[in-house]
């Protein structure tokens, strides 16, 4: 049975995007793969939260696709955590729901490798700052999936973003197309 995905997607300054444009764009065309646009469903930040467990549910692996901004997330996608990760439904002694399921997340940043190395203006790795998101999966019972990372997108040319979106893609033909056993599992 293919594992199903859903890609949260968040950004909000899409249509100025180059790096997430290029990696949306081969999300979408990956069968398989469910693509919920944040920003694009929820301008005005009211998250149907009912509807948002039903889309969970529904699929075995999920990932976060965004920009790193301020060493996280963009804000929608903390509310979407807020307010659909509750207990009783992704954790706490009764919140199994996603038990068993995946997270991925998927980011860029502009940040190069060497700025985000030990010696680099950010001093720690990007995997560093996506703890919380590790943590989160953990409490929900998720595998937590190696992360998907594009360094320094200012520096990326069309060639180069046209590579990391192949990597993408194929990453993402992976997930849907391992057993959940076979999945890699960081840490
Ligand atoms: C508000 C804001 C905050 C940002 N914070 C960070 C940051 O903490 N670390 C980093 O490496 N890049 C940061 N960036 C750069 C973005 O990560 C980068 O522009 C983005 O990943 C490029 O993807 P895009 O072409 O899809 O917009 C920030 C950009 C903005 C606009």
Redesign the pocket.
């Known amino acids: 049975m293919p594992q199903r995905i859903l890609v949260l997607f968040a ?1 909000p ?1 899409y249509r ?6 290029a990696l949306r764009d081969v999300a979408r065309q990956v069968e398989g793969v469910t693509l919920h646009d944040l920003y694009d469903a929820y301008p005005d930040f009211l998250i149907d939260v009912e509807q948002e467990q039903a889309l969970l549910l529904r699929h075995d692996v999920i990932v976060f696709q965004h ?5 996280s997330c963009p804000a929608i996608l903390k509310e979407w955590q807020d307010l659909v990760l509750e207990h009783g439904f992704a954790y706490g002694h009764a919140g199994t729901a996603l038990a068993g399921k995946s997270m991925l997340s998927a980011v ?4 190069t490798e060497t ?1 985000y190395g030990p010696e680099g203006l950010n001093r720690h790795g990007l995997a560093d700052f996506l703890r919380p998101f590790e943590a989160t999966a953990r409490l929900c019972r998720m595998r937590w999936l190696e992360p998907f990372f594009v360094h320094g ?2 520096l990326l040319d069309a060639d180069a973003l046209a590579r990391q979106a192949a990597a993408y893609r194929r990453r993402l033909e992976a997930l849907r197309d391992a057993a959940t056993a076979a999945l890699p599992e960081e840490g």
């Not at 920009?67 to 060493?71: C, G």
């Not at 860029?108 to 940040?111: D, I, N």
């Open positions: 950004h300054a100025r995007s180059r790096a997430n444009a920009p790193i901004y301020w060493y860029t940043a502009g940040g700025a997108t200012h």
